[in-house]
């Protein structure tokens, strides 16, 4: 088939970009000729939380990115629709994340749909958002209509979709593996590049910091007194997205600074297997969530796992076996940590993981997004 995939990718930053890129290169592995469309501006400067959204690293040689659409230009919507619609790809998948997405893609979309050839299929992260705004459901309504049918990640989002009475044919297939963050390096190597002391155990947050994201129930956790006494560490790992002053009161009233590593700017990819392979467990403990990549890049590095029942999180970590699932508190997250390094469990939950990791494949996907085109 020629499949064009449009969403975040290269010079473009983040785990969206990641995704498409190796989505691209799924496709390509089956046979298919695929090429990227990403934005030339994705978020206004005043929209966007975090440093920067582009990034510092070379681009894919082996990809190709056209870089086209401003999400708030529409007559950069309409260029990208009508070139799409006259070079007629058999399938064209987008990615959506967002509701403040739906016009640009929407509008894509449909000039794409006028050649009478091309299906129009889309990856829902979310259809209904985490930090929800005004207007975001008719955003949400004018892309969902434009698409000929569905792939989510979680469960939870396929029942949103049905919530909404979109017809569609939907799939759920779980979150692929992040395979392409190199190869699981010895932890005492990991330490070592990271400058860390090997005395310790380490936990890790991974990941942009916003509100849902819970880190301040798990710095309320990590205040318990029975980790106190033992000999580990947070590391937090990823660039703030939103204030940190309320942060940063926990981790003065808890005096909390001399068990955290820092490491709040972005992180780049060639340094995420470094944190992976030194952390003892990979921590999410989401007030709300769909999905989450930071899963399937902790099944990459066959690290052990604790995420909160929130979501489709526990969907993809069978408690007990590859890690905890546990409720959204403190009380609950400090429990599953003390169990966790008092009965030593990483090698026992480090085999589940291994074990459960073969289950999410590239290909499943790519099979998944030909099947609801029709």
Known sequence: MNVVII???????????????????????????????????????FLFPGQTQFSTEPGPADLSIDVSINSVNPLSWWKVGEKLRRQKPDLVIFRFWLPFMGPALGFIARRIRRNGHTRVVAITDNVIPHEKRPGDRPLTRYFLS????????SRAVLADLRRLHFKQPALYRPHPLYDNFGPIKPKATALSALGLDPQFGYLLFF?????????????????????????IKLIIAGEYYEDAAPYEEIIRRHHLESRLIRATDFIPNE????????????????????????????????????VTDVGGLAELIPNGEVGYV??????????????????QRE??????????????????MVKALKEVAG
């Not at 890129?21 to 030339?40: C, I």
């Open 271 to 306: 340094k995420v297997a470094d944190y992976f392979c030194a952390a003892d467990m990979v921590v999410q403990p989401y007030k709300n969530a769909t999905q989450s990549g930071v899963s399937q890049i902790a099944y990459h590095f066959s690290r052990p796992m604790l």
């Open 326 to 343: 546990v409720p959204p508190t403190p009380q609950s997250i400090a429990d599953a940590l003390v169990d966790f390094y008092e009965h």
């Open 146 to 153: 434009a698409c000929h049918g569905f792939v989510t990640m």
């Open 7 to 45: 969403g975040p990718a290269y010079p473009l930053r983040g785990g969206l970009a990641t995704y498409n890129e190796r989505l691209a290169r799924a496709f390509r592995e089956a046979g298919d000729d695929v090429r990227l469309v990403t934005f030339s501006l994705q978020y206004p400067n």
């Open 347 to 364: 090698e026992e939950l480090t085999a589940g993981v291994w074990a459960k990791k073969k289950d999410f494949s590239w290909s499943e």
């Open 207 to 231: 990941g942009f910091i916003r509100a849902y994201k819970g880190l301040d129930i798990l710095l309320e956790a990590f205040a318990d007194a029975r980790l106190a006494r033992l000999p």
